[in-house]
């Protein structure tokens, strides 16, 4: 049976399977960026939990984070915030993941320009979720 932050980061990487893009898990960047765009989520670290006692739950606030990238001779910031406002749907449209979670936040990506010799530029960004869930216990 999994974890429960299993559940949810599947769950995540199933509901941003719906985007035109190629998503990933926990991939290295690979040498060709679709055309659609690339996102590769990262599992991130769930931090320290608040804890209440009674009864005993662990509250988290994990930090996960999607490696946002498009490739592009022309339009590439377009393509960019094109795929950033689709993700940012995608989330909206659920924040609670079927109910796995409490609640998903996006924090705002700070995007950078990266030149490929002999290719058109990356166009980037980090994009950290914030996943709120409760477990009952730190390996559950």
């Known amino acids: 049976m999994p974890t429960t932050r299993e ?3 599947a769950a ?3 509901r941003l399977q719906t985007l035109a893009a ?3 898990r926990d991939e290295v960047l690979p040498e060709r960026i679709p055309p659609a765009g690339l996102i590769i989520l990262r ?3 769930p931090g320290e939990p608040e804890v209440t006692l009674s009864p005993l739950h662990y509250h988290y ?4 984070e999607l ?3 498009v490739q592009a001779a022309k339009e590439r910031a ?3 915030d094109t795929l950033i406002a689709a993700i940012g749907t995608t989330l909206e449209s659920d924040r609670t993941l079927g109910g796995l979670c409490d609640w998903v936040e996006a924090e705002a990506p700070a995007s950078v320009d990266m030149p490929v010799e002999g290719a058109a530029s990356l166009k980037a960004a980090v994009i950290t979720l914030n996943l709120h869930y409760t477990t009952t216990g730190p390996l559950a």
């Open 67 to 69: 490696e946002v990238v």
């Open 78 to 80: 377009t393509a960019f």
């Open 22 to 24: 190629t998503v990933l």
């Open 7 to 9: 559940t949810i980061l």
């Open 43 to 45: 599992d991130g670290q």
């Open 12 to 14: 995540l990487h199933a």
């Open 61 to 64: 606030q994990h930090g996960a």
